[in-house]
């Protein structure tokens, strides 16, 4: 914890700084959901998290405590949880749903394309879960250093 309050600069400074950093997680996440690979992106997710809050913390300069006292940390990991198997069986179903059709219309050339199509799909809900979790952990890192400044 910064032994002086920050300025509303800085804090707008740091609140960029973890922005950009939960952006360049949720990439990765997307990757791991997209690689097919059963139960690689649940792990990933789990360690992203995680790194995530270490490392906003850092950022803001606030001890884990601080921010723990605003969230509900098992709550968050079960949502990612969640959203990794979410991710995968929506990529499962769709990969179904495509292969139906199909098979359906005979169109044999698209046939290759459809497993891609399901990973895109999970990669892509597992990339927006991700950023809203870290995005939301960030505005409650911003409330408590605005509750350091105010108080």
Known sequence: MSAYPLTQDQISEREKEARELVEKKARYSSIAA???????????????????????????????????????????????MATSMGSEFAGRQTTKFLVKRIFKNSGKKVFGLVPFIGQAVGAAISYRMMKKLGNDYVDKCLEAVRQQTVN
Not at 40 to 51: A, F, S, Y
Not at 53 to 68: A, G, N, R
């Open 34 to 80: 997209a690689l097919p690979i059963p139960f690689l992106d649940i792990g990933t997710d789990m360690k992203l998290m995680n790194d995530i809050t270490e490392e906003i913390e850092e950022v803001f300069e606030l001890d884990h405590k601080q921010v723990s006292d605003m969230s509900d940390d098992m709550m968050n990991r079960a949502v990612v």
